[in-house]
């Protein structure tokens, strides 16, 4: 069975330590391959559901999924911030990290534990999976495989659209957008 690991058999020795896990709340150390160690975590981060995405910077992990977003200073204690929409994508940046999710939600923070929420578009119209920031501008990847970009974070404009776009990137000056069978790079104009 695919899925279960190597050899596809779940050891004796292991679902004891699951089970004594679940039972005291604590998440074990498990061997990993060759010199790792593993630790799950379920109970100890209530994550809510898919964890859809994961960001370091500022010294702090930082994870979003349905209405929360996780926070680590080192990737085992974790603390639980509500979140207004159920959150995407997040990335850090060098205006700290910017998180997207359902209904237009965009939540920024410079140091992953304290957060300020700006809405994108109006009337929930933009679910948001994708964001980046670079010279100065901020963009966001929406549904309908749309590009906004803003300098203030409250007025928007639409850079392309692509029903096929499958991600983004900002580097040298320029965002670079993944679809399928072609890229798309958008850069300012030289004046």
Known sequence: MEGRGAGGKVGRAALVLLFAALA?????????PGPFRVRTFVDEIDAGGWLHDMAYGAG?????????ILVSKD?????KIHAPARMNAVEYTEVGFLAVGNAGTLMASKDGWDWKRYKVGQDLEWDLFGVA?????YFVAANEGVILASRNLRDW??????EDMTGMVYGNGRLVVGSLWKLHVVEPERR
């Open 24 to 32: 005291t709340g604590a998440a074990p150390w498990t061997e990993g």
């Open 60 to 68: 702090v992990f930082v994870v979003v999924g349905p209405f929360r």
């Open 75 to 79: 990737g085992v204690h974790w603390k």
């Open 133 to 137: 920031y670079g010279g100065g501008w």
């Open 157 to 162: 404009v639409e850079l392309l659209r692509d």
